[in-house]
């Protein structure tokens, strides 16, 4: 590819009107505005050239032709036929070779160099540009997400080109979990993935939360009242901290990853347990469960992670139905009340929760109270004696594990809430499905992974069916 090179700029904007106008554009911009806008016009239009004359003069090399899948014999060459397609730097035009069969099977036409570049036979767009376009659409809606797209690179799409993208690769995204899903089936875990040594001594941390979606009542139409589906998401991070401008000590999460299922916490099972390992369940040198009250997110902690990670019950959880305890007993408008609360909230969080739960064990022994109120009494006590050892939380302190899983919950809600709850959103269950595992790959970083391009440079490949 040494055209270009050769050739001087001036030389080279001779030839080609598009490039002579776009040079000379710049020399009469007056701000610097505009002459940045000019240049990077140039720019494209040069880089669209370099890709006509390297795809011509790839389209020039001698094709190995393959054979024909039918009868085995080679196929011959039927001449250049002419191909475009749209590229980061523009529609990008060039012919190149298609072979027939010499004893004429049907239906057989094959253009080795689509394969060599990847090109499936139907595609009209460079797999950048729908990268792209998918990776807005992760984040902001479709109609948004081609405005960007145009001001980003100046290419023109609509949003139902990229909804349909969307919605092929996040079909991948699924159907390369369910694999997972059942390899592990299968007895096979997954590999752990890589991190370097100062993650793999961060703790752990494991948490979950439901988040409600407005979704559409029918299929294939926005009428109908909304309905809210829940969607159970879970959280795997490892827990670091930060010194702030100020010298003190932050908590952060670092290697987020998630899982998110529009269903029940048993469907969320095998996916939270499939990431689980992949985060390193086994080999942690610390996992800790956080959650707030949810019982059922409890439960799948017994079911699944009881024998590895240390549990926390959320702390402003715990210190609520301690409150209530207090309105029941002390009545919530009085002083006393009040005070009461301060103490046993004080009490629970410097270790003394032990304390805490005999105290409400003796004022349901010993003391007088109606029977509404001895119920909320016991309940709250049979509640801390339950996680007694979820709230330990001075102990926590001193292992530098959090108290509260805000940080937990906000990561949870964040997946939802940024994208799929916009003004006048409602969701299909497949469109749902679709972006949500999109979005799930950029957060996990495996969002690259969809778009790898199978080239395939044998002379052997399979044959496309071209008509
Ligand atoms: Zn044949």
Redesign the pocket.
């Known amino acids: 590819m040494t055209n270009l090179l050769k050739l001087p700029l001036a030389e080279l904007c001779a030839d080609d009107g598009v490039l002579t106008t776009r040079y000379l554009a710049i020399g009469e911009s007056q701000s610097l505005v505009a002459m940045v806008w000019a240049a990077w016009a140039f720019g494209l239009a040069i880089a669209n050239q370099l890709l006509s004359q390297e795809l011509a003069r790839r389209a020039s090399l001698p094709t190995d032709w393959p054979q024909?899948?039918?009868?085995?014999?080679r196929?011959r060459s039927k001449g250049l036929r002419p191909r475009q397609i749209q590229t980061l730097v523009g529609l990008v035009h060039f012919s190149r070779r298609v072979g027939r069969?010499?004893?004429?099977?049907k239906g057989?036409m094959v253009a080795p160099l689509d394969q060599e570049l990847g090109l499936d036979l139907y595609q009209q767009t460079s797999q950048e540009v729908v990268k792209l376009g998918c990776l807005l659409a992760v984040f902001v809606p479709f109609d948004t997400a081609t405005v960007l797209l145009k001001q980003l690179t100046g290419v023109n799409l609509n949003a139902t080109t990229v909804w349909n993208w969307v919605q092929s690769l996040g079909m991948k995204a699924m159907e390369q979990l369910e694999q997972e899903l059942a390899l592990l089936n299968s007895g096979i875990e997954p590999s752990e993935e890589e991190r370097s040594p100062e993650l793999k001594q961060m703790p752990l941390i494991i948490g979950a939360d439901g988040v409600m979606v407005p979704m559409r009542p029918l299929e294939k139409t926005p009428k109908g009242k909304t309905i809210w589906r829940e969607v159970k998401v879970a959280i795997l991070t490892r827990l670091g901290s930060r010194l702030s401008c100020t010298g003190k000590q932050i908590s952060r999460l670092y290697h987020r990853r998630m899982v998110a299922i529009l269903g029940d916490i048993d469907s969320l099972r095998p996916l939270l347990w499939l990431e689980a390992l992949r985060q390193g369940l086994k080999t942690a040198e610390c996992v800790v469960w956080i959650s707030d009250g949810g019982r059922g997110f409890w439960r799948l902690y017994h079911e699944c992670f009881a024998n590895w990670a240390i549990a926390i019950l959320d702390f402003y959880h715990a210190a609520q139905n301690l409150w209530k305890a207090a309105a029941a007993a002390l009545d919530g408008r009085t002083t006393k009340a009040r005070q009461w609360f301060k103490l046993v909230r004080h009490q629970l969080r410097h270790g003394e929760s032990e304390q805490v739960i005999a105290q409400l064990a003796h004022a349901i022994e010993w003391s007088q109270f109606p029977k509404s109120v001895m119920n909320t009494l016991t309940n709250v006590h049979d509640y801390l004696h339950t996680h007694r050892e979820h709230i330990k939380y001075k102990r926590f302190k001193e292992w530098g594990l959090p108290r509260g899983s805000g940080m937990v919950e906000s990561a949870c809600k964040w997946l939802i809430q940024q994208r799929f709850k916009g003004v006048g959103m409602r969701w299909s269950e497949d469109g749902f499905n679709h972006l949500l595992h999109l979005r799930l790959a950029f957060v996990n970083d495996r969002f690259d992974n969809l778009f790898l391009v199978s080239v395939n440079p044998s002379s052997t490949a399979k044959c496309d069916r071209l008509f």
């Open positions: 024909c899948p039918k009868c085995h014999c196929l069969c010499r004893n004429g099977c057989l």
